[in-house]
Every structure is written in C-alpha cells, then in structure tokens.
C-alpha cells in the first residue's frame, strides 16, 4: 500500500511529481468533494495530473440524493443539528480541561534535573488524561449520530443513494491511483461516508490539506490565529483510516503556535498515542505499506519539531 501525503498545493506543486514517482498508466480518481460547489472545476487540477482525471463528482452526486431522497435529506438535517450541538457541548467541555492543563503546565518547574519528580508535572499528565477522556467522549456521540442518521436516513435501502453507489464503483474500474485534494472536511467526509467510497489496499493514493486529514484515523481541526482568537484544536471526526497512528497538520506554519513549544508540547501528549505530522509547503511524504519516512517532521512531546529519524 502507497499513499504519498503533500503539503498545501497554493503555492509549491508537488502533485504531478507525486503522481509521477507511482509510475503507473491509466486514469486517475479524484474524491475533490472538498471544493463544494466549484467540484467541476478542474482544469488546472487534471493539467497537474497529466490529463488522466477521473472526476467522481461525490459532491454533486450528494445534492442529488439531498434533492430526490426527502427521507435521508430529513435524517442529514437532523443530523447537521444535533452535530452543531454536539460540538458546541464538546467545545465548552474542552475549553474548561484545557484551561486547567495551561494553569497547572505553568506550575511546572523550568529546571530538567526537577520536572519528572514534581506534583505539578504528575498533576499536568492527569490534566492532559481528562483532555483525552473529552476527546473519546466526544466521539462515542458522534459514533451514535451516525448511528441515528443511518437508521432515520435509511442509507442502505434507499433507491438512489444505491445507484451513485453502483455508478461510483464502475468509475474506479480501471483507474490507477486516486487523488484527493483539500476543500471543505465536512464535505469531503459527508459524501466520502454516505457512498461509502473503499480505496483499495493496492491503490496508490496522493492527498493532501483535507484529503491527507481524511486518511487518517482522526481527523482534527485547529487554527491558534482563528477569527475567534486562540480556539483550542478539537476533534472533528473519524477518518479513513488508511494511515494509522497519525494526526496531520496541514498549514501548520501558519495555524500553528510554532514558536511556543509549550503548546506545542501539550498537543503532542494529548495525541501520544500517534505522530503529529506537520505538513506545510513543499512536504511530500511517501508512506509505504503504513511505514512514514524518516523525512517525515513530526511534533515532540518536548515541544519540538524534529524529523522521524530523530525521535
């Protein structure tokens, strides 16, 4: 198994040498729900990928369901309102535990030889183990909305939620690698679940922004400079799973605190059970067979960005 995850594409283009290095013929699947209303819009897109684009147009196939299926258009609204409550309730969760982590990590003492034998730094990782309790709460709901949509929504009987899904599969016959590119998460993740898209272990896959966060297990939302001042990164939704033991950082430079690494630090203990990958301009990470390079910039639990091979 190939996946090769890419920094953003604005402004260092790394898709068509990606593509390339798979040395492989024949078309191209793009999943580009991301980009919403504009998912047609691929010239530039299908250039980079030497004009083998195979367009699976998820996005527009998803309004068509909205549009001619009132049952599962009806469950997807519901479930768009109890998801926003949902993570109203979970944001509000999270900023109490994280306001505790900062005011205790504070405490901590400064000199090394004394940081492992303190109360305060004991005290911090019990303060980050509640951060991480938030977080599985918060997808043990989401699991049950899910749940809720599918049994209201009636995804598996549905007439024309099964004829996109058969449309679909034909599509992928035949294609060679599969790409997908940023956009909107939501989007993305919502027409990705309800045509229950499976990438084949043996397809090459090149993704990057919202399409590397797809990948993943966990798919996690941050930006330290947002409109709202500092919002705390939080858990969006469950990935692919493709690549495991991952959270990815796209844009990291610039929605990341890179220059506090106490920050940075409790970010990397809150997911210690993954690598933080960081990936900004220029990155191209050819992950084979689950295994990430040595290249690969990873956030430590020092509060540290070091490569792989020297963690």
Not at 32 to 44: L, P, Q, S, V
Not at 93 to 122: C, N, Q
Not at 126 to 137: H, I, K, L, S
Not at 172 to 178: E, R, S, T
């Amino acid at each position: 198994m190939r996946t090769i995850l890419l920094g953003p594409q604005r402004f260092t283009v790394k898709a068509t040498t990606a593509l390339r290095s798979l040395e492989t013929e024949g078309p191209v699947a793009v999943i580009n729900a991301g980009w919403e209303e504009r998912e047609d819009d691929t010239a530039e897109l299908d250039a980079a990928l030497d004009g083998r684009a195979r367009n699976l147009r998820l996005f527009h196939r998803l309004g068509d369901v909205l549009l001619k299926d009132a049952t599962f258009a009806a469950a997807a609204s519901r479930f768009r309102v109890r998801h926003d409550e949902l993570t109203g309730l979970y944001r509000t969760r999270l900023d109490h535990v994280k306001e505790e982590v900062y005011a205790v990590s504070a405490l901590v003492p400064i000199h090394p030889a004394g940081v492992h034998h303190s109360a305060a730094y004991r005290g911090l990782l019990d303060a980050v183990e509640n951060v991480r309790r938030t977080d599985d709460w918060y997808l043990r709901e989401l699991g049950l909305l899910y749940a809720a949509l599918a049994e209201e929504g009636r995804t598996e009987a549905t007439g024309v939620i099964g004829w996109h899904r058969g449309e679909i599969q034909a599509a992928l016959i035949g294609c060679a690698a599969m790409v997908l590119p940023g956009g909107n998460i939501r989007s993305l993740m919502s027409a990705i679940r309800l045509f229950q898209v499976d990438i084949p272990a043996e397809m090459p896959v090149v993704a990057w922004s919202a399409g590397a966060m797809a990948l993943t297990d966990r798919i996690v939302l941050f930006h330290d400079f947002g409109s709202t001042a500092a919002r705390e990164t939080e858990l969006f939704d469950f990935g692919l799973g493709r690549i495991k033991g991952v959270v990815v950082f796209p844009h990291a430079r610039r929605r990341l605190r890179m220059d506090d690494p106490n920050r940075l630090s409790i970010l990397a203990q809150r997911f210690h059970d993954a690598e933080c990958v960081v990936l900004d301009d220029g990155t191209l990470l050819d992950v084979r067979d689950g295994v990430r390079p040595a290249s690969a910039r990873i956030i430590g639990t020092d509060g540290i960005v070091h490569t792989g091979d020297a963690l």
